[in-house]
């Protein structure tokens, strides 16, 4: 069992350390969201995995007409929707259907991108390693925690961070795409309320 004072790995490495399909996928899903390296794949393969050997142990018990399997059932869903990574009228076959992306779209580091409180998801896990950012009011320094439904409108730059402030070089720059679509928007509108002045 080893030693709890000890930190212990909790991903398994590959059985075949080489293989080009392989490899070259999570070359792209490490570019995808960011992450600092493959260990972090392999940790969501590992949740994946324990989560995919539960739903197939309780399909065969429930085979069985076991009587706390259904009950199991629906505790794993409501846990599993609990950090959306399912929907509550979710089944067992959803469960196993589950992907290490959609554990990886739950991440901090991706939700903060995806919430536009980053230019890249690279900087996004920039901003909550140097603790720029706050859930539920509280600042957190992890980007692979995984979110939970109620805690993603929370998110948030932590208020006393220097990104917080408006003028900050960040936010300006967060906002100057959509200042741009902004006035492309307004100067097509008066181009063609010009076109139709001179008709």
């Given at each position: 069992?080893?030693?709890?004072?000890?930190?212990?790995?909790?991903?398994?490495?590959?059985?075949?350390?080489?293989?080009?399909?392989?490899?070259?996928?999570?070359?792209?899903?490490?570019?995808?969201?960011?992450?600092?390296?493959?260990?972090?794949?392999w940790?969501?393969?590992a949740?994946?995995?324990s989560?995919?050997?539960q739903?197939r142990?309780?399909?065969?018990?429930?085979?069985?007409n076991?009587v706390?399997a259904?009950k199991?059932?629906?505790?794993?869903?409501?846990?599993?929707n609990?950090?959306?990574?399912?929907?509550?009228?979710?089944?067992?076959?959803?469960?196993?259907?589950?992907?290490?992306?959609?554990?990886?779209?739950?991440?901090?580091?991706?939700?903060?991108?995806?919430?536009n409180l980053?230019i890249?998801v690279?900087?996004?896990?920039?901003?909550?390693?140097?603790?720029?950012?706050?859930?539920?009011?509280?600042?957190?320094?992890?980007?692979?925690?995984?979110?939970?439904?109620?805690?993603?409108?929370?998110?948030?730059?932590?208020?006393?961070?220097?990104?917080?402030?408006?003028?900050?070089?960040i936010?300006?720059?967060?906002?100057?795409?959509?200042?741009?679509?902004?006035?492309?928007?307004?100067?097509?509108?008066?181009?063609?309320?010009?076109?139709?002045?001179d008709?």
């Open positions: 069992m080893g030693d709890p004072k000890f930190h212990h790995k909790k991903y398994s490495t590959p059985r075949h350390p080489w293989e080009k399909e392989r490899i070259d996928e999570e070359n792209k899903i490490v570019v995808k969201y960011g992450l600092k390296n493959k260990k972090e794949i940790r969501s393969e949740l994946l995995s989560i995919r050997s739903a142990d309780l399909r065969a018990r429930l085979r069985t076991d706390n259904q199991q059932l629906e505790r794993m869903i409501k846990r599993l609990r950090y959306k990574l399912l929907s509550e009228n979710a089944t067992l076959d959803d469960v196993l259907s589950l992907t290490v992306e959609n554990i990886l779209d739950r991440r901090l580091q991706t939700i903060v991108f995806r919430k980053a890249s690279r900087q996004a896990r920039q901003l909550i390693t140097h603790g720029h950012i706050s859930v539920a009011g509280r600042r957190v320094t992890v980007p692979g925690m995984l979110v939970e439904a109620k805690d993603e409108d929370t998110i948030a730059y932590e208020e006393n961070s220097p990104v917080a402030n408006e003028l900050h070089p936010r300006q720059a967060l906002l100057a795409p959509a200042q741009r679509s902004a006035e492309m928007k307004e100067g097509q509108g008066e181009a063609s309320e010009e076109g139709e002045t008709e």
